[in-house]
């Protein structure tokens, strides 16, 4: 079956079922009615970092779900789980079949530090700590053990507070959330007491959000220090949020210790020049002005950014980690019009999940701007996902991802929770439908 320029509906694959292929599909429906969209994904869940990097503490945030899961029970939007591009499918035999291919597969491995020592056991990427305690499939969810007083979490952004927060948090208020049972008792036998928060730059330059960075500053059982000397030079002029910022840590300069069982120090003008160990991470050498001081931490947890990974047949950009893309088109395709990018593997790990929405919406007005040169590629509906049908034993859909949601959901009960995650390969799948024989 062959579609000419006048004959069936737009038919689009978008690769990678995080908010930014989800709100792709979304926009397409929304904007050209009856454009079929088949949303592929590697892991037998959708929702990408909602599921597997938004902290669990942030319920809230974690509740945007059930607006993307809308999306894919729209009647001609359907989700394959288990699919990963490279492996189980080619971009070639994806492009045979769909007049247009949108890959939205994120950046998910860590920038490297690049000082010595930073890859002695102890020191933990926060991509892998992330994983870990969202309970991901990829991610072995025993071996991290947290057996030091001290631990350092290297960098200054959200996720250098959600890692550090999660750390020094009271693990007893994590029980109401979703993380794995065997996340909370790790986080139980946790031995850490004093979390050091390690950045190159002054307070000026961090780039938390000041919501996050209030909750950290009112955690329960944590004192918060900051020396005031790293206040001295901070212009007066900034910007609004900066300024917030700013005055939110002065004030922590300036608490009283309560002497709360836990502490989190923020270092500023503190560059990481080595992870100090021989077998293991023992210390971390920062710069002090002319001189190098250790911090005496038994783990140091880096977070200084997530990179795109190259997947097989789809252009890279090695310098840059991600897409490469001119007006959300892919450069270096295998063909003229038909490729697309949306998300952090176009723009690179930056902006929250809104982000994503407007995004997608720019990425999809392109596409549909396109639409007289997509409709005109001869293509064959149907042919990639009997590929799948006959390559992947178990192929998740909609119904096995809504079994698997509702196992999670009837997990929670016994905790008693909204849900608690599946994390092993081999319990997702079975929660979707398949048994091990299968
Ligand atoms: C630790 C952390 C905490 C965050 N916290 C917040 C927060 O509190 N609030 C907020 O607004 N934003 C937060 N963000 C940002 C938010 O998660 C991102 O903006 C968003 O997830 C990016 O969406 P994406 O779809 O581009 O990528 P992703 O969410 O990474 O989705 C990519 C999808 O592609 C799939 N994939 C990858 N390779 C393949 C392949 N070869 N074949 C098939 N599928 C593939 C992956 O399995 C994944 O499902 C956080 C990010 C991180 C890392």
New binding site residues.
């Given amino acids: 079956m062959t579609s000419p320029a006048a004959g069936g509906p737009l038919r689009v694959a978008v690769?990678?079922?995080?908010?930014?292929?989800i709100y792709v599909a979304d926009s397409l429906t929304k904007k050209n009615p009856g454009t079929e969209v088949d949303v592929?994904?590697?892991?037998p869940a959708p929702f990408?970092?909602?599921r597997y990097?938004?902290?669990p503490d942030?319920m809230k945030?974690k509740n945007l779900a059930s607006t993307l899961q809308k999306v894919i029970e729209n009647p001609t939007v359907r989700f394959f789980g288990n699919?990963?591009?490279?492996r189980d499918i080619t971009t070639t035999e994806l492009l045979a079949d769909y007049h247009a291919v949108v890959y939205?597969?994120?950046?998910?491995t860590d920038r490297p530090m690049g000082i010595p020592g930073e890859e002695l056991p102890g020191s933990i990427a926060a991509t892998e700590f992330?994983a870990w305690y969202c309970g991901h499939p990829d991610t072995d969810v025993a071996p991290i053990s947290l057996d030091r007083p001290q631990a350092a979490v290297i960098g200054l952004g959200?996720?250098a507070l959600?890692v550090a927060r999660i750390l020094i948090r009271d693990p007893e208020e994590l029980v109401p959330t979703d993380v794995p049972d065997s996340v909370l008792d790790a986080l139980r036998a946790s031995q850490i007491r004093d979390v050091h928060i390690v950045g190159r730059r002054g307070p000026e330059h961090v780039k938390f959000t000041i919501k996050e960075l209030r909750e950290m500053g009112e955690l329960d059982g944590v004192d918060v220090i900051v020396d005031p000397a790293h206040f001295a030079n901070v212009p007066s002029e900034l910007e609004k949020n900066v300024t917030k910022l700013v005055e939110e840590l002065r004030s922590w300069s300036t608490r009283e210790s309560t002497g709360a069982p836990r502490r989190l120090h923020v270092h500023f003008f503190a560059p990481p020049v080595a992870v100090v160990g021989t077998d293991r991470v023992e210390g971390l050498a920062i710069k002090r002005g002319d001189g190098v001081e250790e911090l005496p931490v038994g783990l140091v947890f880096r977070s200084i950014g997530?990179l795109g990974v190259p997947?097989p047949g789809v252009p890279f950009d090695a310098e840059n980690k991600i897409v490469p893309t001119a007006e959300h088109r892919v450069l270096g395709g295998q063909v003229e019009f038909g490729e697309y990018a949306a998300?952090?593997?176009k723009r690179g790990a930056t902006?929250?999940?809104?982000?994503?929405r407007s995004d997608a919406d720019h990425t999809v007005e392109v596409l549909l701007g396109d639409l007289p040169h997509l409709m005109a590629r001869q293509v064959t509906p149907g042919t990639a996902v009997e590929l799948v049908q006959s390559r992947v034993d178990k192929l998740v859909t909609l119904d096995g991802w809504n079994a698997l949601d509702a196992a999670e959901i009837a997990l929670g009960e016994e905790r008693p929770n909204a849900r608690v995650k599946v994390h092993t390969w081999a319990d997702m799948l079975s929660a979707a439908g398949f048994s091990s024989t299968d």
């Fill in positions: 690769v990678g079922a995080g908010p930014a292929g592929f994904d590697r892991l990408g970092l909602l990097g938004i902290a942030h945030m699919v990963e591009l490279g939205t597969v994120g950046a998910s992330v959200n996720v959600d997530y997947v998300g952090w593997v902006g929250v999940i809104g982000t994503n």
